[in-house]
């Protein structure tokens, strides 16, 4: 089972730093409508992870007119919302549409704010796999679905790496750099995993809250930050056309190997 769980744990990361890796071989900023494609892919495999890697799961830790079946997945998803709030208000970050927030007095550089952001993306990913693993290690998950939902997560990081560190080369960092900020922000994942891993794993009873949780924070971020960047501009519709493709991948991946 160790190595299922560094396996899960490392391979969204691997994603992020093959994406990053891009600045290698990509001579200038991604195309825009290639880009709306990326953001849309990558919001639709959140959005169906959300769904039947997470929020399915808690609902089904109870009997089907069990009160705590909806009770307890809405309170979770509403914590997880809440909780990611507080960081995008507290946290000052760039996006890809060059709006700034969070705490705007602050002597950040504006390179640094934009690796912030992409931060921002990746906790909810990884809460969300250290959540699952937490949930195999009681026994309530199996391991395909902890492997369908990293592998997902990583099918998205792909484009996200790409689209984080071919802006920071364009600001004037050598490939090199960019590639390494990139990669960094991907190291997030494993310790947000890693630490709901030790929140959950021993107290089984908050499964269900954790799962909702982890869900909560990976909608706020398709709906806050992906799909609004992704909808900036003209050719909007090719972000839809992406998110419906990245849905579709990641419900089958799930339903049928999870």
């Known amino acids: ?29 991604i195309n825009p409508k290639v880009q709306k494609i990326l953001l849309g892919f990558a919001s639709g495999v959140m959005m169906a992870a959300s769904i039947w890697s997470l929020l399915q799961p808690a609902i089904n830790n109870f009997e089907k007119w069990d009160y705590r079946s909806w009770l307890v997945p809405g309170i979770g998803f509403i914590l997880g919302v809440g909780f990611m709030l507080i960081l995008d208000y507290v946290i000052p970050h760039i996006h890809i549409n060059k709006q700034e927030e969070g705490v705007k007095k602050n002597k950040l550089s504006k390179t640094f704010k934009m690796m912030l952001a ?3 993306h990746n ?33 998205q990081n792909f484009p996200e790496g790409i689209i984080v560190s071919m802006p920071l ?28 891993i030790l929140l959950t794993a021993f107290v089984s009873v908050i499964l269900p809250y954790t799962l ?17 960047e992704a909808n900036d501009g003209p050719h909007s519709n090719l972000a839809t056309i992406g998110l419906a493709v990245g849905f579709v991948l990641m419900m089958i991946l799930d339903i049928a190997l999870g």
């Open 1 to 29: 089972m160790s190595w299922v769980i560094a396996v899960a744990l490392l391979i969204p990361l691997a994603g992020t730093a093959l994406g990053s890796a891009m600045v290698f071989f990509l001579k200038k900023e």
């Open 118 to 120: 992409v931060t921002l």
């Open 123 to 155: 906790v909810p990913e990884g809460l969300a796999v250290g959540v699952v693993i937490a949930g195999m290690m009681n026994g309530n998950l199996n391991q395909q679905a902890l492997l369908v939902l990293s592998a997902g997560i990583a099918i």
């Open 169 to 196: 080369k364009e600001e004037g960092l050598s490939k090199w750099k960019a590639f390494l900020l990139g990669f960094l922000s991907g190291v997030v994942e494993p310790l947000a995993g890693g630490l709901a």
């Open 212 to 228: 909702a949780f982890a869900a909560g924070v990976m909608i706020y971020v398709v709906v806050e930050e992906l799909i609004p």
